[in-house]
């Protein structure tokens, strides 16, 4: 009796500090954020550039793969964003029909985060907010301030059914980790200014 009571307190013990790793690991800040229209791209373009980047040791976040049932979803996103040093906007044909994804673009613009374009499919004249009468004014407007300022970046571009998947991903996540290097540049010189 005393051996299973105790085998259990072990067990107990062991779940419980794996809990808390499991904990801290999920609660440090993403490097990069993919905000992306999951119906296009997250099978193919968000998925893989996400796997691509964690096999480069990055802490990407893809809502599918970071997020658990349980999450607020504004909550976890919006953190994800605010704690994130570059965001991959991936623009497909439906984008601009999606509130979450706009609302995610708005936020990395007004953050001021290093945004990366990747037009999939569509070209950055194509992309429109509509106003189909369901989102305030105010959403409207960020919205198209957002799209308008991620449409002048330069950013890259992808034709899924005749490009060099390879090659994408090379590209993408040179981008990436181009952007991420002069992002800690920068936040090491502020710090030498501060000091």
């Known amino acids: 009796m005393q051996r299973s009571s105790?085998?259990?307190?072990?067990?107990?013990?062991?779940?419980?500090?794996?809990?808390?790793?499991?904990?801290?690991?999920?609660?440090?800040?993403?490097?990069?954020?993919?905000?992306?229209?999951?119906?296009?791209?997250?099978?193919?373009?968000a998925g893989l550039l996400y796997d691509q980047l964690g096999q480069l040791r990055l802490r990407p976040f893809l809502d599918s793969k970071n997020m658990k049932p349980g999450d607020k979803l504004f909550d976890k996103i919006d953190n994800a964003i605010r704690g994130c040093k570059v965001g991959v906007a991936v623009f497909s044909p439906r984008y601009c029909n999606s509130y979450f994804c706009l609302h995610e673009l708005s936020l990395l613009m007004?953050?001021?985060?290093?945004?990366?374009?990747?037009?999939?499919?569509?070209?950055?004249?194509?992309?429109?907010?509509?106003?189909?009468?369901?989102?305030?004014?105010?959403?409207?407007?960020?919205?198209?301030?957002?799209?308008?300022?991620?449409?002048?970046?330069?950013g890259l571009t992808f034709d899924s059914y005749n490009g060099d998947w390879p090659d994408f991903l090379r590209s993408a996540s040179e981008a990436v980790v181009q952007n991420l290097v002069e992002v800690d540049e920068e936040i090491q010189r502020m710090l030498k200014i501060n000091h």
């Open 6 to 45: 105790l085998a259990k307190n072990i067990s107990r013990q062991i779940l419980h500090r794996a809990n808390n790793e499991i904990q801290k690991i999920n609660q440090l800040p993403c490097d990069v954020f993919i905000n992306h229209r999951g119906i296009d791209t997250k099978k193919n373009v």
């Open 110 to 154: 007004e953050t001021k985060k290093r945004v990366i374009p990747i037009f999939c499919d569509v070209k950055p004249s194509e992309l429109r907010v509509k106003d189909n009468g369901s989102c305030a004014s105010e959403d409207l407007r960020r919205f198209r301030w957002a799209l308008e300022e991620a449409k002048y970046t330069v």
